[in-house]
T-cell receptor, first 111, second 116 residues
Framework: GENVEQHPSTLSVQEGDSAVIKCTYSDSASNYFPWYKQELGKRPQLIIDIRSNVGEKKDQRIAVTLNKTAKHFSLHITETQPEDSAVYFCAASSNDYKLSFGAGTTVTVRA | EPEVTQTPSHQVTQMGQEVILRCVPISNHLYFYWYRQILGQKVEFLVSFYNNEISEKSEIFDDQFSVERPDGSNFTLKIRSTKLEDSAMYFC??????????????FGPGTRLTVL
């Protein structure tokens, strides 16, 4: 089955700096890669996703890049703000029914 | 904005007891899912459900688990005889159908199950 590895497990950045989280996946058939943000005690919320027919997608301060050859994808957050502090999960899916998640990255933005 | 809802938010049960976790997916969604997250571990897929049947299940989803859509709004996960290792946060999710595939999965707030 699919195995998704996520790094780093924790990330502390100064407000205004960029944050980068990286994920690798094992199943070459995976074609859908969402990122979820989970604040303490709240539900995971989709922040951005990418499908395998594109290499990069951007939404304001958030961007995701995908390298299918290397089987890795990354989340980039620019101009970080305190409200970006949360746990971020990457996931991969080959059939849209089952998401395989990474272990999560705890991001702390220092004011 | 419509959201997935789950009840209860916290369930405490004795080992060996049956529990039913309830979810109300977003109303126009056709795909439903259960995931679980053991404390400190990654979110794990349990099962997906479409057109009144299971479309995929993981190796975790053994005979003690079952899912049901008893009416037009609820989606339930039943654990027949709970074990200590079933203690986890259980998330329900739903997605609508776009073309011939499931779209983005929207998650509920979770039910924290504690088995004593």
């Amino acid at each position: 089955g699919e195995n998704v590895e996520q790094h780093p497990s924790t990330l502390s950045v100064q407000e205004g700096d960029s944050a980068v989280i990286k994920c690798t996946y094992s199943d070459s058939a995976s074609n859908y890669f969402p990122w979820y943000k989970q604040e303490l005690g709240k539900r995971p919320q989709l922040i951005i996703d990418i499908r395998s027919n594109v290499g990069e997608k951007k939404d304001q301060r958030i961007a995701v890049t995908l390298n299918k050859t290397a089987k890795h994808f990354s989340l980039h957050i620019t101009e970080t703000q305190p409200e970006d502090s949360a746990v971020y999960f990457c996931a991969a899916s080959s059939n849209d029914y089952k998401l395989s998640f990474g272990a999560g990255t705890t991001v702390t933005v220092r004011a | 904005e419509p959201e997935v809802t789950q009840t209860p938010s916290h369930q405490v049960t004795q080992m060996g007891q049956e529990v039913i976790l309830r979810c109300v997916p977003i109303s126009n969604h056709l795909y439903f899912y259960w995931y679980r997250q053991i404390l400190g571990q990654k979110v794990e897929f349990l099962v997906s459900f479409y057109n009144n049947e299971i479309s995929e299940k993981s190796e975790i989803f053994d005979d003690q688990f079952s899912v049901e859509r008893p009416d037009g709004s609820n989606f339930t996960l039943k654990i027949r005889s709970t074990k200590l290792e079933d203690s986890a946060m259980y998330f329900c999710a739903s997605s609508e159908e776009t073309g011939d595939r499931a779209d983005t999965q929207y998650f509920g707030p979770g039910t924290r199950l504690t088995v004593l």
